[in-house]
């Protein structure tokens, strides 16, 4: 069994990102991704249903959406009720006896209110402007300007990614770094000063 550090994460948009984000790193070969994902509110299941016990970490990663405080205080609680240590802030690890050490990654970042999306979103390619601005205006149009944020990005997500991608309109997010009749520079990663912090937290744990 593996000993690498695994990454458990809310959705498939989020592992498409990070292990994108862990080639452009050359850490590909250096972290794992837990098969599974459930949403914000399984991280405990996954936790107690882990064989972990020669893992270098554990690393979850989750959405802050309109809550940072909030939202990580929920993945607080489920670590705690998983029998571990519960970290007192984001991306301090922690140690559990007989239990590989434990960090939390809350996305955009620490205190910042948002998710996957408005991440990505604030980096998207300059060369495809026009099709954001027209995903601003369709927010607008739709009266969503006052949602709460992630529902909001996600709107606004979906609206760019219909224009961008005019092969297949439908593709979602966990497709965008994928070259298969989309275009593969929708989000560039390499040497992108928004994902700088996230690209040296990850570092860390691939010593």
């Known amino acids: 069994m593996s000993d690498l550090p695994i990454i458990l994460f809310e959705g498939e948009e989020d592992r498409s990102f990070l292990a994108e984000l862990l080639k452009v790193l050359g850490l590909h070969e ?3 991704f837990h098969k599974q994902c459930g949403g914000k509110d399984k991280f405990k299941k996954i936790l107690e249903g882990l064989v972990i016990s020669n893992r270098k970490a554990i690393i ?4 802050n959406d309109g ?20 970290p007192p802030k984001q991306r301090e ?14 996305i955009p970042w620490d205190n910042d209110s948002g998710c996957l999306e408005t ?16 995903a601003d205006k369709l ?9 709460p944020i992630a529902k909001r990005a996600k709107l606004r997500m979906r609206g760019f990614l219909s224009a961008v991608c005019k092969s297949d309109p439908n ?7 994928s070259t298969d009749e989309r275009p593969g520079d929708i989000f560039p990663l390499k040497g992108v000063v928004a994902y700088n912090q996230i690209a040296e937290y990850l570092k860390g744990f691939a010593i």
Request: hydrophobic share 40%; charged share 20%; glycine share 6%.
């Open 139 to 147: 927010v607008k149009c739709a009266g969503a300007e006052k949602w």
């Open 30 to 32: 250096k972290l794992e």
């Open 60 to 63: 979850i990663v989750a959405d």
């Open 171 to 177: 593709t979602g997010l966990r497709y965008a770094w």
């Open 93 to 106: 690890t922690v140690e559990t006896p007989n239990l590989p050490p434990l960090s939390v990654l809350m």
């Open 119 to 134: 991440l990505c979103l604030s980096a998207a390619n300059p060369d495809y402007k026009n099709q954001l601005d027209c």
């Open 67 to 86: 809550d940072p405080a909030g939202a990580f205080k929920n993945i607080q609680r489920q670590i705690g009720e998983a029998g571990f240590t519960i």
